[in-house]
């Protein structure tokens, strides 16, 4: 059964600070894994996706990469900003497109 | 492109009764979608994987006679929570896949069950 890591639980930062989300797994034969982020009480919105023969993937500010054989992936953000706020979440993909979430890391960015 | 919506957003109802929750892919086809429920601080898990045309198929540990799942055509599935008690009450998520498209999961806003 896959089990999903994510740390920290939780980050506060002021504007403009880099920042490195941690995300591992238990079980290294995934398809691809997604960062997703929530806001509170709603639904996630889909960061990036990379497949499992890629490294990484890039999106603006987000970097997201991946080593597939040692369960790890990470989310950079660059200049964090105050939007930026919000829960970010990793699901690797596993057989039959089942993603399995972590508990997900809480972002504050502040003034 | 890859909107999923939700209805309703929120919904609150008496113990025993039975709630429809519904998803659909707004400007794609999914015969693929799947159906989530995050409880207070906790992450999302998996409850179905739910078909265009076939049964759904339920994760290990929840009721299919409890959450009936109907996926009737290729833009819309449909949750029940039959006899709604108040443990059911969680935040209900759905997620479509894109037919022909890449493997990426899009997110509905979800739904918000409060059983009283």
């Known amino acids: 059964k896959q089990e999903v890591t994510q740390i920290p639980a939780a980050l506060s930062v002021p504007e403009g600070e880099n920042l490195v989300l941690n995300c591992s797994f238990t079980d290294s034969a995934i398809y691809n894994l997604q960062w997703f982020r929530q806001d509170p009480g709603k639904g996630l919105t889909s960061l990036l996706l990379i497949q499992s023969s890629q490294r990484e993937q890039t999106s603006g500010r987000l970097n997201a990469s991946l080593d597939k054989s040692s369960g790890r992936s990470t989310l950079y953000i660059a200049a964090s900003q105050p939007g930026d706020s919000a829960t970010y979440l990793c699901a690797p993909s596993g057989g039959g497109n089942k993603l399995t979430f972590g508990t997900g890391t809480q972002l504050k960015v502040e003034l | 492109g890859a909107v999923v919506s939700q209805h309703p957003s929120w919904v609150i109802c008496k113990s025993g009764t039975s709630v429809k929750i519904e998803c659909r892919s707004l400007d794609f086809q999914a015969t693929t979608m799947f159906w989530y429920r995050q409880f207070p601080k906790q992450s999302l898990m998996l409850m179905a994987t739910s078909n265009e045309g076939s049964k759904a198929t339920y994760e290990q540990g929840v009721e299919k006679d409890k959450f009936l799942i109907n996926h009737a055509s290729l833009t819309l599935s449909t949750l029940t929570v039959t006899s709604a008690h108040p443990e059911d009450s969680s935040f209900y998520i759905c997620?479509?896949?894109?037919?022909?498209?890449?493997?990426?999961?899009?997110f509905g806003p979800g739904t918000r069950l409060t059983v009283l």
């Open positions: 997620s479509a896949r894109v037919n022909g498209g890449r493997v990426e999961q899009f």
